[in-house]
């Protein structure tokens, strides 16, 4: 299709010949868990990574190491 045509086609999932590719960034960033379709290609895990910030967050909240001294006015 992409050969017959004289305007830009966008894919995704469609495969590589297509001019140009969609990947959803939630997606690629591994920030939604549940959803993974073969074409994507996940680059990060950040839905681990900001699982650990909070849980951290909440710890030093609770154990009142924060804030600290330095860290409020």
């Known amino acids: 299709m992409t050969e017959s045509l004289h305007i ?3 894919g995704i999932g469609a495969g590589m010949y297509c001019d140009g ?3 959803v960034m939630h997606d690629m960033l591994g ?3 549940e959803f993974k ?3 994507l290609r996940q680059y990060l895990n950040l839905a ?3 699982t650990t910030a909070v849980q951290q967050y909440i710890s030093d ?3 009142k ?3 600290n001294e330095n860290e409020q006015y």
């Open 21 to 23: 590719q969609v990947l």
């Open 37 to 39: 379709p073969r074409f």
């Open 65 to 67: 190491s924060f804030p």
């Open 61 to 63: 909240v609770k154990g």
């Open 31 to 33: 920030i939604n868990t």
């Open 48 to 50: 681990e990574q900001v």
């Open 8 to 10: 830009p086609t966008i």
